[in-house]
């Protein structure tokens, strides 16, 4: 049976990829297409879109940051010696800035902006608003995927800076002051970790999560077609998606940079 | 499309300053031969042009061709339909300027001076800064061909609601596009349930009958009255075939 079901699992997963890399494919290539048309416009929505996804999320991010910087280095300081370790520091800092704080930043992001794109476009398509920009000849792709595409890439770029920075800063001074950080972590050595690899690998991440999960998310909103109850199950179904493909690029990632 | 053709066989040009009735006889939709009007939908044979630009040639094209193509098609024909709505969370002032902003580079001066004129035309003083959910159906309407007409289509495509609405919005709509039409820069094809409502605006009448569509010019014997006689009468055929069953 597991035999049977691979294949059309493979089948379905594969064409899931299709679609979205057909949709990043026309997004992208709307800025040829239509040139100039509308980019004051769509300058207004990326901004909107920035301004929804990184600037009200940040005070949450920044919580997190703090509370998870201050956990991992308590952590770390107290454990990792048991093991006979001593790069204490390194492995935090790598733990923290590479393989956390992007994961962290989109795990937010999806839980807040993912979902409501997918309502949003979802939406607009039971109320004949998409229609309606089909009939005025304005490109879809470029209205309304381009910009939540820049914007949702853009903003978990800021907001992972903001997450490392405040880790970095917060994190250890809430475990100095915790009084459970022990002596043996210096954060000049937690500085060291931050070169040009990791600030390649944290980038990297960042814009691959970006593109995922706006793509997923704009994906599932158009899929809904004419009844509001296709709402709440596209969006849940887009946030579910975007989760897994977040973990298999984070994955990814981890092996091959 | 799936089913029975709405209309076989079909041929006629519609010239800027006319405004043609779609009367459909009951039960009959002719929203699918609205979505072919406009360029939404390729007829399953033949050809339609608009302003020259011909479906065949659009078909025919290369895709950066056949997009430039339909673009230049939207811009050209102005659909006004149930299905397409105005957009919830701006006002109406932006949903009525919205093609501008997008499709022409103009200063913000121009299009607001457009779009006051169009709100002039249409009576939607004092709604402009509403939200759609904020007004009446009947304003809604109203708005929705504001954003039809601002960007001067060369062919103006309406679906019935819009004119077979409550009495002012008839009479407010009737005046702008007579002032259009008399301008000879517009054409017009509507779905008229009952042309009486706008009586003078209609040079003609096409009447969707069993997939005929039949013209009634004024000069050659079939009214717009006569049309909607028809119309009843056929109706009445209708119920009372449906009773003896």
């Not at chain 1, 991010?61 to 370790?85: E, K, N």
């Not at chain 1, 992007?102 to 409501?116: C, F, G, T």
């Not at chain 1, 992972?160 to 800063?169: D, G, K, M, Q, R």
């Amino acid at each position: 049976m597991a035999g049977k079901a691979a294949p059309r699992i493979a089948f379905f997963a594969v064409r899931y990829l299709f679609e979205l890399a057909r949709l990043l494919y026309l997004s992208l290539s709307s800025i040829v297409w239509e040139k100039r048309r509308g980019s004051a416009l769509v300058n207004r929505l990326m901004l909107q879109q920035v301004y929804f996804t990184a600037v009200q999320a940040l005070p949450l991010t920044l919580f997190v940051a703090v509370t998870f910087g201050g956990l991992v280095m308590i952590q770390a300081s107290v454990q990792l010696p048991r093991f006979g370790m001593r790069e204490v520091e390194e492995i935090t800092g790598l733990v923290l800035f590479r393989e956390l704080a992007p994961l962290v930043v989109a795990l937010i992001v999806i839980a807040r902006s993912a979902n409501a794109i997918v309502v949003e476009i979802g939406n607009m398509q039971v109320n004949g608003e998409i229609r309606a920009l089909e009939i005025l000849g304005i490109n879809l792709e470029r209205f309304i995927v381009l910009p939540r595409l820049i914007g949702v890439v853009t903003s978990v770029l800021l907001l992972s800076v903001s997450f490392c920075a405040a880790a970095y800063w917060g994190g250890f001074w809430l475990a100095e002051f915790s009084g459970y950080l022990e002596s043996n972590f210096v954060l000049a050595r937690l500085t060291a970790v931050f070169n040009l690899d990791l600030f390649r690998n944290l980038i990297v991440r960042c814009f691959a999560f970006g593109i995922v999960i706006s793509l997923v998310a704009c994906h599932h909103g158009f899929r809904v077609k004419v009844s509001p109850t296709e709402v709440p199950q596209q969006a849940t179904r887009g946030v579910i998606s975007a989760l897994s493909l977040s973990f298999v690029i984070n994955f990814a990632v981890s092996l091959g940079v | 499309m799936a089913g029975e053709p709405l209309v076989r066989d079909a041929s006629f040009d519609i010239g800027r300053g006319e405004a043609v009735a779609l009367v459909p006889f009951i039960h009959e939709d002719p929203s699918p031969l609205l979505d072919v009007l406009a360029g939404l939908f390729s007829p399953e044979s033949g050809e339609i042009s608009w302003n020259g630009i011909s479906s065949r040639d659009i078909e025919q094209s290369s895709p950066g061709a056949r997009y430039r193509l339909e673009r230049e098609v939207r811009l050209e024909v102005g659909y006004v339909t149930p299905a397409a709505s105005l957009f919830h969370n701006q006002t109406l002032f932006d949903n009525i300027a919205l093609p501008l902003r997008y499709h022409l580079d103009l200063d913000e001066d121009e299009v607001c001076s457009r779009v006051e004129d169009a709100i002039r035309g249409l009576r939607l003083e004092g709604q402009a800064l509403r939200r759609p959910s904020e007004v009446p159906r009947s304003i809604r309407r109203r708005a929705e061909l504001a954003r039809a007409l601002v960007l001067d289509p060369a062919l103006l495509v309406v679906d019935s609601p819009y004119l077979d609405g409550d009495r002012t919005a008839a009479q407010a709509l009737g005046s702008y596009l007579e002032e259009r039409l008399g301008s000879g820069g517009l054409a017009l094809v509507a779905v008229v349930e009952d042309p009486a409502r706008i009586r003078g605006l209609f040079t003609r009448a096409l009447l969707v009958d069993g997939g005929e569509l039949k013209e009634c010019r004024g000069a050659a014997g079939c009214s717009l009255s006569e049309a909607v006689e028809r119309r009843m009468q056929r109706g009445t055929e209708n119920d009372n075939a449906k009773e003896n069953t």
